[in-house]
Nanobody, 113 residues
Framework: VQLQASGGGLVQPGGSLRLSCAAS???????MGWYRQAPGGQRELVASIIRGGSTNYADSVKGRFTISRDNAKNTAYLQMNSLKPEDTAVYYC?????????WGQGTQVTVSS
């Protein structure tokens, strides 16, 4: 399984970005998530969307980020609004199915003026 993350970049505080995670297989029945890792920090869960569509968010991004999925396109998205400098990190998409877990290559998000 390959996951291709895209959409990162440099944005000013208060700006928006939309990340995409395209899977090489159907994501129907697969739980999808976005994680991030800041320099010197640990990888942390940002948001997840399970196969049934229920979502979960880190407290730090609630109300600003929205995770979604398009099963027809085998793609998961992370809409990030009102970005803050502390959102700067490498963002990774993840796919989980039972005991299996796959990671994308990461996309850099930098929030700076």
């Amino acid at each position: 399984v390959q996951l291709q993350a895209s959409g990162g970049g440099l944005v000013q505080p208060g700006g928006s970005l939309r990340l995409s995670c395209a899977a090489s297989i159907s994501i129907i029945g697969i739980d999808m998530g976005w994680y991030r890792q800041a320099p010197g920090g640990q990888r942390e869960l940002v948001a997840s969307i399970i196969r049934g569509g229920s979502t979960n968010y880190a407290d730090s991004v609630k109300g600003r980020f929205t995770i979604s999925r398009d099963n027809a396109k085998n793609t998961a998205y992370l809409q990030m609004n009102s970005l803050k400098p502390e959102d700067t990190a490498v963002y990774y998409c993840n796919a989980k199915l039972d005991s299996w877990s796959w990671w994308g290559q990461g996309t850099q998000v930098t929030v700076s003026s």
